[in-house]
């Protein structure tokens, strides 16, 4: 059974860190393509980052202060988020990436993936 289960989430103030969790199992992540999106209040899924074999992509709104990386050992991928802001403030979610897909077009499209974990929320307030 193909689960995701994301961990991590709290809350932050500006300028500070958190690192988020995604445990795969039911599958062997190094082979897949992992997405982390976010969904704030009353706004669509947006992709923010993705990681695959090769490849890592990263949207520009959290570009030089996200890092995404992976353990393939402990089957987990995670997001280190630096200098947060209000505006990151949302429901994180990890999800994989379907069969055929080519990374480089589809990874920041929510339609492209399927085995999403439940999220985590991150607040970032003072």
């Known amino acids: 059974q193909v689960q995701l289960v994301e961990s991590g989430g709290g809350l932050v103030h500006p300028g500070g860190s958190l690192r988020l969790s995604c445990a795969a199992s039911?599958?062997?992540?190094?082979?897949?393509?992992i997405g982390w999106f976010r969904q704030a209040p009353g706004q669509g899924r947006e992709g923010i980052t993705c990681?695959?074999?090769?490849?890592?992509f990263y949207a520009d709104s959290v570009k030089g202060r996200f890092t995404v990386s992976r353990d393939v050992t402990k089957n987990t991928v995670y997001l280190q988020m630096n200098s947060l802001k209000p505006e990151d403030t949302a429901v994180y979610y990890c999800?994989?990436?379907?069969?055929?897909?080519?990374?480089?077009?589809?990874?920041?499209?929510?339609?492209?993936?399927?085995?999403w974990g439940q999220g985590t929320q991150v607040t970032v307030s003072s």
């Open positions: 999800a994989r990436l379907r069969g055929g897909y080519a990374m480089n077009l589809y990874w920041d499209r929510p339609e492209a993936y399927h085995y």
């Open positions: 039911g599958f062997a992540l190094e082979y897949f393509d």
């Open positions: 990681i695959g074999s090769t490849n890592t």
